[in-house]
């Protein structure tokens, strides 16, 4: 869908999520997906940055809790916690991730050639089997998921392009949980891509939340918050984070019209609309 105009993804979006088919079969033919976390490379890559935002020695994690926001389509990131001696417990707003027992199974015969620890999973036959040799769990039930985890439980919390994705309803609840969860010395490290998911631009903003905010809208897969790099760091702000903004990227120039944008927009600071992408490190204060 590369060369497909924006309003046009929205209206095939709406119309495909709409079918009786479910998520599996979107994610075979790559029309839905979320994120790429079921790539060996990729998740190596996610996995070791957080770590390094968080600053915490690779050999000097064994027995510590981290939590993965969204991990979309695999549970990967539990075998690479593993690795490290760590414990994983992911968070998603549903069940997304791939059933088949063989792709974890060749993806462990993958990362062992990389020299990371791996369990035995060859006697495995689902996904629980293997989350129960890891230690790990999987929760599907968003931020109600992070409820029943203790306060100042957690080392490291993490996500990457996730966080602009949360409901806008829902930001500030989790919010508030990440807080409550992570201990007094913990990191929560996330990429934020404020792009609008349909063709890499503002298009998003060209709706009222009185539209885009809907059940309808929000349910059809190209759902964005809308949230600028200033109001998600006001949010963490106020609830008593220190924040630390790395790799900022920025346009040279906003890529649409402010006259396209709905009006709730139009007034937005320039310097808020030139940013694109963002990584977001806090710590308690």
Known sequence: ???????LKILIKIILSRLPLNYSFWQKIGLFRHGHMDKVDYIIKVF?????????????????????????DSILSSLLAYSYGARLTLVDVGHFVKEDINFYKSICNELTKLNYKMPDISNCKNIDDILEKVGSKYLTDGVNSLKAIPAESVDLIFSQAVLEHVRKKDFNDLAQEIKRILKKDGTSSHAIDLKDHLNYSLNNLRF????????????SGFYTNRLSISDITNIYK???????????????????PRSKFAQ????????DLLVSEFDLILKHK
Do not use: C, S
């Open 208 to 219: 009222t939340d009185k539209l885009w905010e809907t059940e309808f809208f929000a349910n």
């Open 264 to 271: 709730q927009f139009k007034n937005r600071p320039l310097e």
């Open 48 to 72: 070791e940055r957080h770590i390094d935002f968080a600053e915490l020695e690779k050999n000097n994690i064994e027995g510590r809790h981290f939590i993965e926001l969204g991990p979309g």
């Open 1 to 7: 869908m590369k060369y497909v105009p924006w309003y």
């Open 238 to 256: 106020n609830i008593g984070f220190r924040i630390k903004i790395m790799n900022k990227l920025t346009w040279d120039e906003i890529p649409l």
